[in-house]
């Protein structure tokens, strides 16, 4: 029995050594490079996304606001969004389709309607500055985690900490890319040392060859 106890712990710290091996430290370059390949990949293929952003005052309490956009996108000319969003006024929903050169909407219970096809977009969600303060410094750390929650993907983290006056900004950000160096998640928190609010942004990936997207009124 104590033979049999010796050669399981050698083995299990076989696997932690296995483990922490596939750990090390890149490039931020590195990590842009893979998260690009993978960005242009998506533009070959139909996929569902699904982004839920909070954010916090406080950290250590419930989001003061919360929005989910679910994103099917068949391909550049065919696209359905939905965004709901809650905070202390209530929830809302507003719903878009665009293909082609037409552009369909609603909101909340109400009926399609079809719109002029405005050109552009807005941006993706900002962390606005509280008391922005002049940056001194900016430090950053980007590795390789080897395989995450045993499952078959990569996990990669890049921290950028910007040192200012006063306390520092900091930047996480997480992705994971499949073995065919598809994105199938990404993460990113940012956050003041000097603060206790919070963004917080998790987006999740589903490629999906049946995806369609159709108009609502004919």
């Not at 712990?9 to 076989?14: D, E, S, Y």
């Not at 950028?160 to 890319?177: D, P, Q, S, T």
């Amino acid at each position: 029995m104590n033979r049999f106890r010796i050669f399981a712990f050698i083995g299990l710290l076989a696997v932690i050594c296995m483990d922490t091996s596939a750990q090390k430290n890149v490039t931020e370059d590195e990590v842009s490079k893979l998260y690009g390949k993978a960005r242009s990949a998506m533009e070959t293929m139909p996929y569902r996304q699904i982004s839920i952003v909070e954010s916090f005052d406080d950290r250590n309490r419930p989001a003061v606001f919360k929005s989910i956009t679910t994103t099917i996108r068949m391909n550049p000319d065919a696209i359905h969004t939905k965004v709901q969003t809650e905070d202390a006024s209530g929830v809302r929903l507003k719903e878009t389709i665009i293909i082609g050169n037409k552009s369909f909407s609603k909101e909340g219970g109400k009926e399609w309607k079809e719109n002029l096809r405005e050109g552009g977009s807005g941006g993706g969600s900002t962390f606005t500055a509280i008391g922005d303060k002049e940056k001194l410094r900016t430090d950053i750390i980007a590795e390789y985690r080897g395989k995450a929650d045993d499952l078959d993907v990569d996990l990669y983290i890049v921290t950028k900490k910007e040192e200012r006056v006063g306390g520092a900004l900091v930047f996480v950000n997480k992705y994971w890319f499949t073995q065919d160096f598809l994105l199938v998640k990404e993460e990113s928190e940012s956050y003041y040392t000097y603060a206790k609010s919070l963004l917080r942004t998790i987006t999740t990936y589903e490629y999906d060859p049946n995806i369609k997207v159709e108009a609502p009124i004919p």
